[in-house]
């Protein structure tokens, strides 16, 4: 995994170990919901890619504070705020050496 358990409990802020399974979960729900939107064939693209890191942490956080869908008041948001960015920034990215892994 590219986001350690370590490192998402130091981000949400968790001082405890009772929500560990739960929260290794999310950081895998998290990692596989990122690499559905963005892509797979790029082998390495979302190691050490800080990006991926910090929307993973953005989507554990998201989980583990809301355990069903949020509501602002008017609409229903089932992705963070800042999350749809990530991804966007990420396609872009991954597209760019996909091109290039694919010689165009």
């Not at 869908?69 to 760019?96: M, Q, W």
């Amino acid at each position: 995994m590219a986001v350690s358990l370590s490192e998402v409990k130091a981000a949400v802020r968790i001082d405890t170990d009772a929500d560990d399974k739960l929260l290794e979960k999310y950081i895998k729900a998290a990692a596989d919901t990122l690499i559905s939107a963005v892509g797979d064939k790029v082998a390495g693209f979302y190691d050490d890619n800080p990006i991926f890191d910090v929307a993973v942490m953005r989507l554990v956080d998201h989980y583990y504070k809301n355990r069903s869908a949020t509501s602002n008041g008017v609409k229903v948001r089932d992705i963070p705020f800042g999350i749809t960015p990530s991804i966007l920034t990420l396609k872009g990215k991954y597209l760019r050496q996909l091109q290039e892994q694919e010689g165009r």
